[in-house]
């Protein structure tokens, strides 16, 4: 599925760019920037990151549950994530319904 229009970015290069990052340090943060630096890409318009940062989310939880780290640690962690991404979402700062967003 494509995932960003302006750059011809697939949801698999994503997601295969976040696994990267994670074998090189699994703890590290992961922002879209970091994900569009590593793709030698740079965000256009930037609707959508919304998108980027829910990938985000879903394999590093996916990874990390793969893996031998304690996942209390790791679940409460994405849900902390989760419920700043609720308060602050995209929703207000995007100035954009959601009906406008591509995915």
């Known amino acids: 599925m494509l995932i960003c229009h302006c750059n011809l970015i697939t949801q698999k290069e994503i997601e295969d760019t976040i696994i ?14 970091k994900v569009y630096h590593t793709l030698q890409k740079r965000g256009r318009c930037c609707g ?3 998108n980027v940062v829910e990938t985000i989310i879903r394999v590093t939880e996916e990874y990390h ?12 962690h994405l849900d902390r994530v989760r419920e700043l991404r609720v308060q602050y979402g995209s929703r207000t700062h995007e100035r954009r319904t959601t009906s406008h967003r591509a995915a």
């Open 20 to 33: 990267q990052l994670l074998e090189k340090d699994p703890w590290t943060l992961i922002v879209p920037a």
């Open 48 to 50: 959508c990151f919304p």
């Open 65 to 76: 549950a793969r893996s031998e780290a304690g996942g209390e640690e790791v679940v409460s």
